[in-house]
């Protein structure tokens, strides 16, 4: 097995001993992006390999010994008594809602991990995501860009009738809308569509969080916030008026499904 694939392998191995397959707390403990992560543990032709230098910064920062990623078979990851966690596929479990037909056409690989020169083919997005106040109270706002951006595919967002300038993306955090759209994955917005569209996903600034809910509108003014997850999470109903309505910030017209 060539390094890059062992690399791979133990990631994997860590993510789900470790992480409980949770991507996004893999991301932070190792200071990178939940679509980083991704990228990594692809098996497809656009995942990026593992080099040294990012091999040694993960085993640095999760207190591995120096070399644990390059070794076969790996050495346990969280204890000798620990046992593995083992996740189902999306969209896979017994009992679990199946993604909507009109949806899955939307889940094609199209964010580019390139530090190159644009292509014509391409744009940048800016990407929207939760800060918290410099007064440190531990309230957030959820702001765009912050420094942030991905490259996108211009062809996705033409067939998604989403001119450029109204594109923009961020990171789904938390299970409530699995088996859909899982913890950690990036998702692609279309700002221009604001208005109420019932059933379809939109990404939401409710109160400085950022939100990903399917809605569905209600007279006088409310939606029904619904999440996929169904058993933990319960249907919502929010006034879309006032000072502490929830902002829909656009549609949600892409998401990654991990491998």
Same mark, same amino acid.
């Given at each position: ?108 690989? =199209? +964010?580019?991990?390139?530090? $190159?020169?644009?292509? &014509? ?8 995501? %939760? #800060? ?103 249907? =919502? +109903?929010?006034?879309?008026? $006032?000072?502490?309505? &929830? ?8 998401? %990654? #499904?991990?491998?």
């Amino acid at each position: 097995m060539k390094i890059s694939d062992r690399r791979r392998e133990n990631l994997r191995q860590l993510l789900e001993e470790r992480f409980q397959g949770k991507r996004a707390s893999l991301a932070h403990a190792i200071e990178r992006e939940p679509s980083y992560i991704s990228r990594c543990l692809s098996d497809k032709a656009h995942r990026k390999n593992i080099g040294e230098d990012f091999a040694r910064h993960i085993e640095r920062s999760l207190g591995l010994p120096e070399g644990w990623m390059d070794k076969a078979p790996p050495e346990p990851a969280v204890g000798a008594d620990s046992q593995k966690v083992v996740t189902a596929p999306i969209g896979g479990a017994a009992g679990a809602a199946t993604p909507r037909r009109d949806d899955m056409v939307l889940h094609d690989t =199209e +964010i580019v991990e390139d530090d $190159g020169p644009l292509r &014509p083919d391409e744009v940048e997005l800016p990407c929207f995501r %939760e #800060v918290e106040f410099s007064a440190g109270d531990g309230r957030t706002q959820v702001i765009e860009n912050h420094g942030n951006s991905v490259r996108f595919s211009l062809p996705r967002l033409a067939r998604a009738g989403v001119q450029p300038q109204n594109g923009a993306c961020a990171t789904a955090s938390g299970s409530s809308m699995e088996p859909t759209i899982a913890d950690g994955s990036p998702i692609a917005i279309d700002k221009g569509c604001r208005h109420v569209i019932d059933g379809k996903i939109y990404a939401l600034d409710h109160g400085g969080m950022l939100r990903v809910k399917r809605l569905y509108k209600l007279p006088l003014g409310k939606v029904r916030l619904v999440s996929d997850n169904a058993d933990e999470y319960p249907e =919502e +109903i929010c006034s879309l008026m $006032g000072e502490d309505a &929830p902002r829909i910030i656009g549609r949600v017209f892409w998401w %990654e #499904v991990f491998d």
